[in-house]
């Protein structure tokens, strides 16, 4: 069912110093910052050859990453991302199987202009699963 990675995502106490790592000591080309009021963050991606990272920062009050950070105050790995044809094709049977999807199920309109699903991470080995519709 999942196809590629789309992205890893890390959450960030402070999006500047984020972007100076990536772009500056890493030396990797790192996206304008994008306001997600919808889903309470500001993110970046940094392209890399075979994939991107995700850099998320809080927007707004009731952030669903402040807590996150709260528990990590350096910042950390936040959600894996892959991609599949049909998010509710694939939803369903994911729900068939006994996985939970997190909100109210409905896929939202993500980063990439495309409908994004996050699955509950302790179905998934302890890990936030993001599906994108690519
Ligand atoms: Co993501």
Redesign the pocket.
């Known amino acids: 069912m999942i196809g590629r990675l789309?992205?890893v995502?890390i959450a960030v106490p402070d999006l500047a110093a984020g972007i100076a790592l990536y772009r500056d000591t890493l030396g990797a080309k790192v996206s304008a910052p994008q306001a997600l009021p919808e889903h309470g963050v500001t993110?970046v991606f940094v392209d890399l050859p075979n994939t991107r990272v995700?850099l998320?920062e809080p927007l707004g009050e009731g952030s669903p990453i402040a807590k996150f950070l709260e528990a990590n105050p350096a910042g950390g790995m936040h959600?894996i991302?892959y991609e599949v044809s049909d998010i509710r094709a694939s939803a369903a049977q994911l729900e068939a199987k006994g996985a939970r999807i997190l909100g109210d199920g409905e896929p939202k309109i993500?980063?990439h202009g495309n409908p994004?699903l996050f699955l509950h991470p302790k179905d998934f080995s302890g890990t936030l699963v993001?599906l994108?519709e690519v």
């Open positions: 789309n992205h995502a993110v995700e998320l959600h991302c993500g980063a994004v993001e994108e």
